[in-house]
């Protein structure tokens, strides 16, 4: 009978995520008109998001949170998660529940002078426009999120946080997911959102960081407030009959300074959870982003992402997301043609590029061809298959973007000697300055000593006739024997006006067998 009985379960889950595949791909109705009780039958799609204010990633690794704990162990953590370069609470709660990033709601501050979020549904927005019969949920406890972002939610709570605030928003959520809320009897939650923020308190009061006592003790008694909410999920009446998904995520991190303000990695990284029966285990590729919280519930609710949504997320931990494995004769620079992720149009906006370690302030970020202001367009040099986007070197002197290339797999080739590369790239920069771009290739044995550096660029002003656009540039050599890792970076320099304009296209590192 325990056989039968997991077989079912594993079944269920399995169609689940077929059914919910699917409607990815946009073909659930005709799955549906093939075996209607197929996906129809499965259980009720649920969802908890959790926001943390101000929560290190590091820090809540070293705090003692069983309740978090145990949703990591049924899905992932990724400390290595990103949030807007804006490194403080209004542009990322606005990320958070709108999923787009700040260049579209133009929250820059945390009075939200200048927003556009009436432009931009909240998440409840789009889960009450596809089924008006679910009740949804925000329960916050910061006033600006009250008072500013607009909301779709049923029901919209709010308790101060230094009045208890974060205490009663977790009894209030707690109870109204056991169905006893006496304002609300009855009222079946489908969707609910927590916002804590006494961790952020605790961080500006004593210092964002692991070592520090008070700042721990915040986490884990936010900790206990995410078990109390947790213990009213996993005990609500039919509760096997219904699929949680879990999200938790935060703002911005911070340092030791008492402050999270400066786009720095330490302020920028975060954590992103997500936990239930359809997670995939294991770290996402590429690193999620707080942006993503939006795309991944709508999917798992069964809610078409489609374009005139004008999302900027996508969904993280419903399928598999791995790195790519190093192969002979293909391509080995992860998002080389900066096409993964939406450009920008402004240059002083640090774009977290997927698949590139570009730590801030204010680092390589991506730039629409056309864009404003004299950037490269489609009728300028350069690739004749570009995309859309291009990586520029933002508003810093000099700025930097790289990824780490695991070469073992390709070991033997290597080794042989009769291994080649070709490492080529577009470089350019913008009119008759001299603001250049360069791509490098460091190559690395097992232990990380340095065997040999490859380059190509940069492309001066007068390689480029002074007119704005990008140039191929290109080399070839053999992969130094027992090369084991390939570090690809590229290196943005500015020599003159307001912004870095070294600009590159289309990076590639292909590693070929010769006769």
């Given amino acids: 009978m325990q056989t039968v009985g997991f077989g079912r379960i594993l079944f269920s889950m399995l169609i689940s995520t077929y059914c919910r595949d699917l409607m990815l791909a946009g073909v659930v109705s005709v799955v549906l008109m093939l075996s209607p009780a197929l996906c129809l039958a499965q259980p009720a799609p649920k969802l908890l998001y959790i926001g943390i204010d101000g929560l290190r990633p590091d820090a809540l690794r070293a705090a003692d949170t069983p309740a978090i704990d145990s949703l990591v162990a049924e899905g992932f953590l990724a400390t290595n998660a990103r949030c807007e370069d804006l490194t403080f609470s209004g542009p990322n709660w606005s990320t958070i529940l709108h999923g787009v990033h700040r260049d579209k709601h133009n929250v820059t501050t945390n009075g939200y002078e200048g927003s556009r979020l009436d432009q931009y549904p909240d998440l409840f927005s789009f889960l009450e426009s596809h089924n008006p019969g679910w009740n949804t949920v925000r329960i916050t406890t910061w006033d600006a999120i009250d008072k500013f972002p607009p909301t779709g939610a049923d029901l919209d709570l709010f308790y101060e946080y230094s009045e208890?605030?974060?205490?009663?928003?977790?009894?209030?959520?707690?109870?109204?997911?056991?169905?006893?809320?006496?304002?609300?009897?009855?009222?079946?939650?489908?969707?609910?959102?927590?916002?804590?923020?006494?961790?952020?308190?605790?961080?500006?009061?004593?210092?964002?960081?692991?070592?520090?006592?008070?700042?721990?003790?915040?986490?884990?008694?936010?900790?206990?407030?995410?078990?109390?909410?947790?213990?009213?999920?996993?005990?609500?009446?039919?509760?096997?009959?219904?699929?949680?998904?879990?999200?938790?995520?935060?703002?911005?991190?911070?340092?030791?300074?008492?402050?999270?303000?400066?786009?720095?990695?330490?302020?920028?990284?975060?954590?992103?959870?997500?936990?239930?029966?359809?997670?995939?285990?294991?770290?996402?590729?590429?690193?999620?982003?707080?942006?993503?919280?939006?795309?991944?519930?709508?999917?798992?609710?069964?809610?078409?992402?489609?374009?005139?949504?004008?999302?900027?997320?996508?969904?993280?931990?419903?399928?598999?997301?791995?790195?790519?494995?190093?192969?002979?004769?293909?391509?080995?620079?992860?998002?080389?043609?900066?096409?993964?992720d939406r450009g920008m149009r402004d240059q002083n906006i640090h774009q977290n590029i997927s698949g590139w370690i570009n730590p801030g302030p204010m680092g390589v970020t991506l730039i629409e061809y056309g864009s404003p202001d004299g950037y490269p367009t489609d009728t300028d040099s350069g690739p004749g298959r570009r995309g859309k986007n291009l990586f520029c070197g933002g508003a810093s002197e000099r700025s930097l973007a790289a990824q780490r290339v695991d070469l073992h797999p390709i070991a033997a080739a290597i080794d042989s000697t009769k291994a080649s590369f070709t490492l080529s790239a577009w470089l350019g920069g913008y009119a008759d300055q001299d603001d250049r771009a360069a791509v490098r290739v460091r190559w690395l044995d097992a232990d990380n000593n340095l065997l040999g550096v490859s380059q190509v660029g940069p492309v001066t002003a007068r390689d480029r006739g002074e007119k704005t656009g990008l140039l191929l540039r290109e080399v070839t050599g053999t992969p130094p024997s027992m090369a084991r890792w390939a570090e690809i970076e590229i290196e943005c320099v500015r020599e003159s006006g307001g912004g870095n304009d070294g600009y590159a296209d289309n990076i590639s590192l292909v590693i070929q067998m010769g006769e």
């Fill in 164 to 340: 208890n605030g974060d205490a009663l928003a977790a009894q209030d959520a707690a109870v109204l997911l056991g169905g006893t809320h006496p304002d609300s009897p009855g009222f079946d939650v489908d969707a609910l959102f927590l916002y804590i923020a006494d961790v952020d308190e605790g961080g500006h009061a004593h210092g964002f960081h692991p070592s520090v006592p008070e700042y721990l003790r915040a986490i884990e008694t936010a900790d206990r407030l995410v078990g109390l909410v947790l213990d009213a999920m996993r005990s609500r009446v039919g509760f096997e009959h219904e699929n949680w998904l879990v999200i938790l995520t935060t703002d911005h991190g911070g340092s030791m300074d008492k402050g999270h303000s400066g786009d720095t990695p330490e302020k920028r990284t975060i954590p992103f959870l997500v936990s239930g029966a359809g997670v995939v285990r294991g770290q996402p590729f590429p690193s999620p982003r707080n942006v993503d919280g939006v795309a991944t519930a709508l999917v798992h609710m069964g809610v078409p992402i489609t374009s005139d949504m004008n999302l900027d997320g996508r969904p993280v931990g419903l399928a598999a997301s791995y790195a790519p494995v190093a192969a002979l004769e293909t391509n080995l620079v992860f998002n080389g043609d900066a096409e993964l």
